[in-house]
């Protein structure tokens, strides 16, 4: 039996017709960027999450960019992160010259440790970007307060958490900004690269609508610098076929969790593997469903042969990359994290996954440390 890491081709079987006339409406109209089709997808999206302004832009490594810019983050400005992400994240603070001050995750949830992010913010914290991965809401409240006292922005890394919940808030819509990815293998997928920016300050909406557009409202005139970065309306129009899909998705993705939960203890493997809890607090939307495995690498080479997708997210922790060796941190700064990219792999999690096949991945991984 094959099981995919993510089977995007059963997904779009099941809407094809849709999401064709959606395809077509684009060609007919001739209008490829921005315009009507990209102004109706930001109001759904506002409207569906509970943003007040939405701000679609090329990439969710983009909406991080333009939401880190119109925070004021620039040279000699720190911003708080985590180091067990993907390397948008830190990517988007440094490209704008500022220091990314990583701080380690609670193991629990993978998600920064609250505590200690409340004891990095000093002096020269301009911005602080949590990262609620694999889908799961990171704990904010603890900091949240202090930050906005402090005047520092809260960009919250939500590439993977579309509609992922807290305290009944989306992901994306609790701090200053809320940047999305629509990078096609996440839960609301375009037919290439997408993101958008959440807000719910309009005046900050209409900095990064201009930022988004070379720094200018108005044609010719630029008020200040700012990038090409616009959403297509062929992304758009599929993304707002998509998009009335997404809760059936989301609660597919969370049954399967469940599952994998109770095949996993029934397989008596506990001294093997650990499962991803869910959000006991909020909403989980499990963009992965990711195991902790002792052994993970070797795990990881079986369950390939058996024909089985799988994938680390992530092995590397960003304190450790090689563009960051500037920065001054070595092995064993953040204990929690290093271990993560050792022990983590992330298993089949399609909206499309049999029951058949989520019996045969854990039965494999049984087999494995029987
Ligand atoms: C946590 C995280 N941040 C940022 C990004 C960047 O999004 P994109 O690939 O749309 O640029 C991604 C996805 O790739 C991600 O998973």
Redesign the pocket.
Known sequence: MRVPLLDLRAQHRAIREEIDQAMARVVEAQAFVLGEEVRLFEEVIAARLGALHAIGVA???DA?LLSLVASGVGPGDEVVTTPF??F??AGAIARLGARPVFVDIEPASWNLDPARVLAAIGPRTRAIVP?H?YGRVARMEPWLDEARARGVAVVE?A??AIDARRGGRAAGTIGTFGCL???PSKNLGAFG?G?MVLTNDPDKATRVRRLRTHGGEKMYRHDEVGMNSRLDAIQAAVLRAKLPYLEGWTEARRGIADRYRALLAEAGISDFVRPAEDDPEGRHVYHQFTIRAVRRDELRASLESAGIGTAVYYPVPLHLQPCFAHLGYHEGDFPQAERACREVLSLPISPTLTPEQQGYVVERIRAFYA
Do not use: E, I, R
Request: charged content about 10%.
């Open positions: 990439s969710g490594s991080l992400t993907f948008a994240t990262v991965l890394d590439a993977q990815s629509f990078f690269d993101g």
